[in-house]
């Protein structure tokens, strides 16, 4: 009975995982990046003038001077607190691209404003490197180039295929799992040897991809199960509802003068969460009858419902306090259990540590995929019987192994080169981001079609040395801006910044010790493999 | 014939689409049931709407997931379309 349904699972799991496999590959492999978005984006920043931070009391004249100017500001601004000096600030707004949907940050253009000595308000654009906001995109709809609505539908088909993979992987593993789990046996039976070590990553990381899966469904089809729970099940009071705990709109119109200073709405947050360091202040619609202002902060011992941390909204012009829902300290057990899923996927809780426990789990679950395909090649491989003629791979093994080196090493390989290029393109091309995005898809398109033309074997061995280079690439471009040879080049001797650096230069390693590997096992390892010196010449004529 | 024969007697792969949309469907719509609605009449609107969403994906998905476990596609849509109609007619009774 059992062995008839783990058969059924085993096919379930063969197609989801072949299907979503590689999709989830980059999805991961980028994801365990924009875990560190924020230092990334500090680390390929070039340095801002020092000088661009007013006193905190100097922003309301600030405000006031760059709402009169564009009007349209009043939409959406900040107020971005130093973080170190609490009474230092910065203005900031963002103009959106035309047509870009309310996901759609890469269009972006962003802007601060800072007063010169007569006391007028100047206004500089600013330029936060898009190239972490590109990784996030890469993450958020496995690897396309745009955060569009359809395409986090097909982010979500994916996030569906890879949950009944999770599911069915667990139902054949179950009947043998005491056999199993933690048994490792290297050995003369690849098969085996690698089926042995994704199973062990695969169990011990479920937790971790169980959240992640439930969430990503989530993330890709909430605005499709809302629109249908508002027909089936809220009889159209969705909106009613969303609506209930936030004031009724205030008719009166204020002047921008009325709007409480940025000293004093702090203040009001700090009676309500006394132990948080505020960042920002986000004000919205603040000419519209329901202006807010939401006031920023990390909660380093609590899950934060943003990526940015938790908040509390105020009203700009009375102070008065509009929500609390999502700060911490103030809400109920329904909004702590709401802001804990986020939390759980953008892992905005447990600092530094948790975010290296997620770097970890997704690079494991990169190469979960990445060995699930490996096991597809190697489960279909015919072996070579003694005394018969040198034996070919078939073409949809052959076909299999190349697309998904191509896939996988080239989004790596892909990330690297534009990674390593942050420093070198500011000052050399006007569109960064354009350039950013053409170099990455320049090199994934470059190596599938690499690792198709040639074969796999090789394939692999030149795109993992290329991804060692590029990412060796990457502290080599801050060490010669610490040397100082390359007029423009930069680098911060800050920790997060190192880490950038440290980091990429331990990935180099690895990529360089895995491209050794796989050269000695072209020419040493067994002939009848899509990995071997015998396949990797006859593959020509063979695909 | 025994039950664990007739089993025997298909491929792991048959009526593989059956089930599958069955768990895709039938799965959303016991994801979107009125059922937490009903059982939570003190709650806040504004997560109460948000968390009846958020209950969707672990119901789905695990239908979804188990669909393919029924011995062939009209019964997974038999079953999982008669629970579909008690929560409907759940919804339909039960105020909330």
């Known amino acids: ?543 | 014939m025994s039950k664990a024969r007739t089993l025997k007697a298909q491929t792991p792969a048959a009526g593989w689409l059956g089930k599958a949309l069955a768990g895709l469907l039938l799965g959303l719509g016991l994801g979107c049931s009125a059922l937490f609605i009903a059982l939570t009449p003190e709650m806040a609107g504004a997560a109460r709407a948000q968390l009846a969403m958020w209950l969707v994906p672990p119901v789905w998905l695990t239908v979804l997931g188990v669909s393919f476990l029924f011995r062939s596609g009209p019964r997974a849509w038999l079953v999982l379309g008669g629970l579909n109609l008690l929560v409907l007619l759940q919804a339909a009774l039960v105020p909330r």
């Open chain 1, 1 to 543: 009975m059992y062995t008839h349904w783990a058969r059924i699972y085993k096919g379930v799991h063969t197609w989801t995982g072949l299907l979503a496999g590689m999709a989830l590959f980059i999805a991961f492999y980028a994801g365990a990046l924009t875990v560190f978005k924020e230092p990334i984006t500090r680390w390929a920043s070039p340095p801002a003038p020092a000088a661009n931070w007013v006193a905190l009391e100097q922003t309301p004249a600030l405000i006031r001077q760059i709402l009169n100017a564009r009007p349209q500001v009043g939409q959406e601004f900040f107020v971005e607190l130093h973080p170190q000096h609490s009474q230092r600030a910065q203005l900031r707004w963002q103009v959106a691209g035309p047509e870009a949907d309310e996901h759609d940050q890469l269009s972006r253009r962003h802007f601060m404003a800072t007063l010169d000595a007569a006391g007028g308000a100047v206004t500089l654009p600013l330029q936060p490197a898009p190239v972490a906001e590109l990784i996030d995109v890469l993450h958020r709809v496995v690897g396309l180039p745009f955060d569009t609505e359809y395409n986090r539908w097909l982010m979500g088909v994916v996030a569906l295929l890879y949950a009944v993979a999770l599911l069915s992987g667990l139902v054949i593993l179950l009947p043998t799992l005491s056999k199993d789990l933690f048994a490792f046996r290297p050995g003369r039976n690849r098969k085996r040897l690698w089926l042995d070590a994704h199973n062990l990553v695969g169990l011990v990381s479920l937790p971790f991809h169980l959240v992640i899966a439930l969430t990503a469904v989530g993330f890709a089809f909430h605005d499709g199960i809302y629109t249908l729970q508002d027909k089936v099940v809220h009889d159209g009071g969705l909106g009613r509802m969303f609506r209930a705990g936030m004031p009724a709109p205030d008719p009166e119109s204020r002047s921008h003068s009325e709007l409480l200073p940025p000293g004093d709405l702090l203040d009001r947050f700090k009676v309500l969460a006394p132990e948080l360091e505020p960042t920002r202040l986000q004000y919205l619609r603040i000419d519209s009858p329901m202006p807010m202002v939401s006031v920023w902060a990390n909660d380093p011992v609590a899950m934060n419902a943003r990526a940015w941390g938790s908040f509390a909204v105020l009203h700009p012009y009375t102070g008065a306090v509009l929500n609390t829902d999502y700060l911490p300290a103030q809400q109920g057990p329904a909004f702590a259990a709401i802001n804990t899923i986020f939390s759980l996927h953008f892992v905005t809780f447990g600092g530094a540590v948790q975010k290296w426990v997620y770097f970890g789990l997704a690079l494991a679950g990169a190469w979960l995929f990445y060995t699930g395909n490996l096991l597809w090649v190697e489960s279909r491989r015919r072996a070579q019987r003694r005394h018969q003629s040198p034996t070919l791979q078939p073409p949809r093994t052959q076909w299999v192994a190349a697309l998904t080196v191509g896939v996988c090493l080239g989004s790596v390989a892909g990330i690297s080169v534009t990674l390593a290029a942050a420093k070198w393109l500011p000052g050399c091309v006007e569109d960064l981001l354009l350039a950013h995005q053409l170099l990455y898809y320049g090199v994934f398109f470059g190596s599938l079609a690499w690792a198709i033309r040639l074969d796999p074997a090789r394939g692999a061995v030149h795109l993992l040395w290329l991804a060692a280079g590029a990412t060796a690439a990457i502290p080599g471009s801050s060490l010669l801006g610490a040397l100082g040879w390359v007029p423009g080049l930069w680098w911060y001797p800050r920790m997060d910044s190192l880490g950038v650096d440290l980091t990429a230069m331990v990935a180099a390693l690895g990529f360089f010790l895995m491209a050794r590997r796989l050269q000695q096992r072209i020419s040493r390892g067994p002939s009848d493999s899509v990995w071997g010196e015998l396949n990797a010449r006859g593959y020509k004529g063979n695909a």
